[in-house]
């Protein structure tokens, strides 16, 4: 257990660079394997892991710059621990569905390196390591989009590249200043978060720092009005990119806000709640309004995946336990959920070479079984309860009612506009005659695909049976960030609105 996350990361790179030497017909089986082996070991992690402590555990530390405090500093909580077995499940199978055969073994290669900086964002306590593993994401993900991608790949791949690296560079200001802030008060350099959460400021201060790592996180979840390299990306990317996009690089930005906005400027955070608030309300409105103006099956999960994000920024910015324990379980929901929706896209789309509504219509009649899991993710992306998706908006909803109803009750509305175009792209697609004679051929799905979705399904229908898995871990760190926001609080109001949020979520 003492370097269990060091293995987590370095065992795909290690893996990725043996790669080299497999041959292209073998290099998919042995991506199939390695991932596999990494999931097993994030689960391995889980059982070990204590779920009633709210503290770092399997931690590492090891000095790199001793004179600046930078390290090699490792650790997890409930909050990360279920984000990084999200990211070895659905990363395993990713590959088990993968259907391309063009330059595979680079493809492969790629997303095993793209593993490796993901878990590392979710496991780095050293800021410094945290944001060399944030940008080392998009070097992989560019080039799956830009190598593999749609007609427009490069322009997509670049514009993906330019709006997440210009953000990263106004977030890395606020953390070099905040590292020199730290120097300013103790006498000493230290890029460890954990330090950096005794550190209090001045007010002003706090929120431009918050402004400046709103930029970073905000992009990349992406908030509108920065969300418009995300269709683009989707539209443009193969399907094993977006599911990973999806699922995984999203909750990075939504991560960072719970790890580092909230407990780091909770003046600034609590002052914000309502400006939040409305960014998340036209995110989750406007941008289901724009999914049910779309016509390909690909561009209403991408806009609906803005839509979604929206309902857990506001989760997060009800900075309360319910609200923020919502809005982790809304992060795995939506991994799960959006990545399988973009994989049964992707497999209409390996039989007709289209994703567009109006090529199908009566695909029940021919692919009964793909028309069945479809129709399950649907219902869990609307939020239907007993499936995972009820849970994470319930939750997230539930918490931000503490700060205010009127603002709860026009967010509720992404279950309903959810529910529209979702319903319609069904219709659409699945139901009514058969209006090209070509898809009376279609076959329905093959042993790769079952293999890549059933387990997709059973967390569907168990965590939203049985949520407790997830939501009892990530307790006891919630808690902790709302005790650090309480006790940072430099304002009194501050400390009366922490107070009151969670005090009316304990009465609910």
Not at 112 to 121: D, K, N, W
């Amino acid at each position: 257990m003492e370097y269990m996350l060091s293995i987590l990361i370095f065992f795909p790179a290690f893996a990725a660079i043996i790669g080299l030497l497999v041959d292209k017909e073998s290099i998919r089986v042995y991506g199939i394997v390695v991932t596999a082996i990494e999931f097993v070991i994030s689960c391995f992690m889980w059982y070990g892991f204590d779920s009633t402590n709210g503290a770092m555990q399997f931690t590492e530390f090891v000095p790199l710059i001793a004179q600046y405090g930078i390290s090699y500093n490792l650790g997890i909580d409930g909050i990360s621990l279920f984000l990084v077995i999200m990211t070895t499940f659905v990363t395993m199978l990713s590959l088990v569905g993968l259907t391309i055969t063009k330059d595979i073994k680079n493809l492969i290669i790629s997303v095993l390196f793209l593993e490796v900086a993901m878990i590392g964002v979710f496991v780095s306590l050293d800021v410094m390591l945290f944001y060399v593993f944030w940008e080392f994401s998009l070097v992989p993900m560019l080039y799956i989009v830009g190598a593999w991608g749609g007609p427009r790949r490069i322009y997509a791949s670049v514009k993906f590249f330019l709006y997440t690296f210009m953000g990263s560079l106004i977030m890395l200001v606020g953390m070099l200043y905040l590292a020199f802030m730290y120097y300013q008060t103790t006498g000493t350099w230290s890029f460890n978060l954990l330090d950096w959460y005794m550190l209090q400021m001045p007010y002003n201060m706090q929120m431009w720092l918050f402004i400046a790592f709103f930029m970073g996180f905000a992009i990349k979840v992406p908030m509108v009005p920065f969300h418009t390299w995300l269709p683009y990306a989707h539209g443009q990317a193969p399907t094993i990119g977006s599911v990973i996009l999806a699922a995984i690089l999203l909750k990075m930005g939504t991560y960072g806000f719970i790890r580092f906005s909230l407990p780091l400027f909770p003046d600034a955070t609590t002052a914000l709640v309502i400006p939040m608030a409305i960014l998340a309300l036209i995110a989750i409105v406007y941008t289901a309004m724009v999914a049910y103006a779309q016509e390909d099956m690909k561009q209403v999960i991408a806009y609906s995946s803005v839509s979604h994000m929206g309902v857990i920024i506001l989760g997060i910015f009800a900075l309360n336990v319910e609200g923020i324990g919502g809005s982790i379980f809304l992060m795995i929901s939506h991994g799960i959920v959006s990545g399988a929706l973009f994989m049964l896209v992707g497999v209409i789309y390996d039989r007709k070479h289209t994703k567009m509504m109006s090529e199908f219509g009566g695909l029940a009649k021919v692919m009964p079984m793909y028309a069945t899991i479809f129709g399950i993710m649907l219902m869990a992306s609307v939020g239907l309860p007993l499936t995972i998706g009820f849970v994470g908006e319930f939750l997230s909803l539930l918490g931000f009612f503490a700060v205010s109803p009127i603002l709860t009750a026009v967010a509720g509305l992404t279950i309903i506009l959810g529910a529209v175009y979702m319903l319609v792209l069904y219709k659409r697609t699945f139901f009514g005659p058969i209006v090209h004679e070509s898809n009376l051929s279609l076959k329905d799905l093959n042993g790769k695909e079952y293999a890549a979705l059933i387990p997709l399904v059973m967390l569907v229908v168990y965590l939203g049976v049985h949520p407790k898995p997830i939501l009892e871990p990530a307790d006891a760190s919630v808690k902790k960030i709302v005790q650090i926001m309480h006790a940072k609080a430099i304002k009194p109001q501050t400390k009366e609105f922490i107070e009151s949020v969670n005090t009316i979520g304990e009465k609910k």
